[in-house]
């Protein structure tokens, strides 16, 4: 679950898209599993509207943060510039969502597959898939993606 792109229901969509399109508008990321036709249709569109996204952002940050984020408790406020930050890491998603919107491809959410910090798994069990978007600590396991700059996937080591 991404609920947090706050931006396909708060009128952010909007900025990009026809009235039209925003009830096509989704709330997914982390992984997904596609036609290969359909992927041929997304992918161009995603990276244009990633590019309107992030221009946008660049141009009007704070603007795009009120409208793009869930904003903060007042007592969290110290929070706000490590969020901006992360705001901007929506940029790629916001253009996925937009440009599946506008070919009209849909989502099924599948909530058993993919666990995000914060939430509690589905069912009662693990997922297999944990999304690498912030610290995991698991025993004496500990994760960071940000650990891994120089990651070689091709490498496999």
């Known amino acids: 679950e991404y609920t947090y792109l706050v ?7 909007r900025r990009f898209l026809d009235e039209s399109l925003l009830p096509r508008l989704a709330q997914v990321g982390g ?13 161009p569109l995603w990276l244009d509207f990633t590019k309107k996204v992030r221009a946008f952002a660049h141009k009007e940050p704070d603007v795009f943060y009120q409208e793009s984020m869930s904003q903060l408790k007042p007592e969290d406020a110290h929070l706000v ?15 996925y969502v ?20 914060g939430y509690e798994p589905f069912l009662g069990r693990a997922p297999p898939i944990l999304h ?23 490498e496999c080591s």
């Open 7 to 13: 931006g396909t229901e708060s009128g952010f969509a």
């Open 31 to 43: 992984f997904h599993i596609f036609h290969a036709e359909d992927l041929r249709r997304i992918a």
């Open 81 to 95: 510039p490590v969020r901006k930050k992360q705001s901007m890491w929506h940029s790629e998603m916001y253009g």
């Open 98 to 117: 937009f440009a599946a919107a506008t070919v009209g491809v849909t989502h099924r959410v599948r909530r058993d597959v993919m666990l995000y910090p």
């Open 132 to 154: 690498y978007g912030a610290d995991y600590t698991l025993g004496r396991a500990y994760f960071n993606k940000m650990n891994y700059q120089q990651l070689r996937l091709e």
